[in-house]
């Protein structure tokens, strides 16, 4: 289930706000700057549904995104949990990082949990099939694949070399909890 929990930056053992409704979750970050939306495929999508299948079936949220936005690039990515570099994988993406670029994703299947920190609070997003996340450049973030990552997201970038992580050294994200749901 989508839900958003949000704790103060220097203490994970307190929860200032818990939230699984959408449309709270988009009023909550809108106003710390996050677009969150919730997108759905107007005809169902196999499984395994290559990038064109996957692009197609979103086209026109996709299209209005990346107007909007002013973005100009857009792939897909999946991931299962017997990837061999699953490990790799989360590690990358486990340190708290910024981007030149915005980050946003649409997940069309699975599961993540994105973790922003601003203003003093952590805001863990766990994004499930259906949403939409686009966090700022310049935002504090990391993420968390999970253990067993399982997930299919589609990525808009202004370009994709904008997406490079530049590392803050904080090792904030080693203290707040970890995204455990296990593959189904």
């Not at 989508?2 to 103060?8: D, G, I, N, R």
């Not at 409704?21 to 395994?48: N, S, Y």
């Not at 708290?96 to 973790?115: I, K, N, P, Q």
């Not at 601003?118 to 973030?141: F, M, Q, W």
Request: aromatic residues 10%; charged residues 30%; negative net charge.
């Amino acid at each position: 289930m989508t839900h958003l929990t949000v704790y103060p930056d220097t203490d994970p053992a307190t929860v200032l706000m818990e939230i699984s409704d959408g449309a709270k979750i988009a009023e909550v970050l809108g106003a710390i700057g996050v677009d969150f939306e919730r997108w759905a495929a107007p005809h169902a999508l196999a499984e395994d549904a290559d990038q064109d299948a996957v692009l197609a079936a979103y086209q026109s949220d996709v299209s209005r995104i990346m107007k909007d936005g002013g973005y100009q690039s857009v792939d897909v990515i999946r991931v299962k949990p017997d990837n061999p570099n699953r490990a790799e994988l989360r590690q990358k993406f486990l340190a708290e990082h910024t981007h030149d670029d915005d980050e946003v994703r649409f997940f069309v299947d699975g599961a993540g949990a994105f973790y922003l920190r601003k203003e003093g609070k952590v805001y863990r997003v766990i994004c499930e099939r259906n949403d939409l996340i686009s966090v700022p450049a310049g935002t504090t973030h990391w993420f968390d694949t999970g253990p067993a990552p399982d997930f299919c997201a589609i990525r808009i970038f202004t370009t994709p070399e904008g997406w490079v992580g530049h590392f803050t050294g904080d090792d904030i994200a080693s203290r707040f909890p970890k995204f455990e749901r296990e593959a189904a």
